[in-house]
Nanobody
Framework: EGLLVESGGGLVQAGGSLRLSCAASGSTFDDFDEYVVGWFRQAPGKEREGVACISDRYSRLYYSDSAKGRFTISTDTAKKMVYLQMNSLVPEDTAVYYC??????????????WGKGTLAIVSS
């Protein structure tokens, strides 16, 4: 069994910052450092989209165009944690943010493990 639990969402003013966290637990993630992990988001009335992905195993790092220069994804594999530092937030960043993990890929389709999300609201 593997579980991903996000936290850190909340209400912030435009220009502010939030740090989202994702905790992985369960025997599935005993080798968490082997996983590709990512953050995705779904804004009200919009489809889910990718934000950032990271894999130490595959030396892979990806940011969406909207995240580049403002967001930073990081991991602490010893603690089985994934973080998303979000700076210079704008109202368009308002969304439910999801953490996901898979052994080989990072994308909207096919990732094996998903969290239930944490809501971030950016006020203007």
């Amino acid at each position: 069994e593997g579980l991903l639990v996000e936290s850190g969402g909340g209400l912030v003013q435009a220009g502010g910052s939030l740090r989202l966290s994702c905790a992985a637990s369960g025997s599935t993630f005993d080798d968490f450092d082997e996983y590709v992990v990512g953050w995705f988001r779904q804004a009200p009335g919009k489809e889910r989209e990718g934000v950032a992905c990271i894999s130490d195993r595959y030396s892979r790092l990806y940011y969406s165009d909207s995240a580049k220069g403002r967001f930073t994804i990081s991991t602490d594999t010893a603690k089985k944690m994934v973080y998303l530092q979000m700076n210079s937030l704008v109202p368009e960043d308002t969304a439910v943010y999801y953490c996901a993990a898979d052994r080989t890929l990072c994308g909207l389709e096919g990732m094996d493990h998903w969290g239930k999300g944490t809501l971030a609201i950016v006020s203007s």
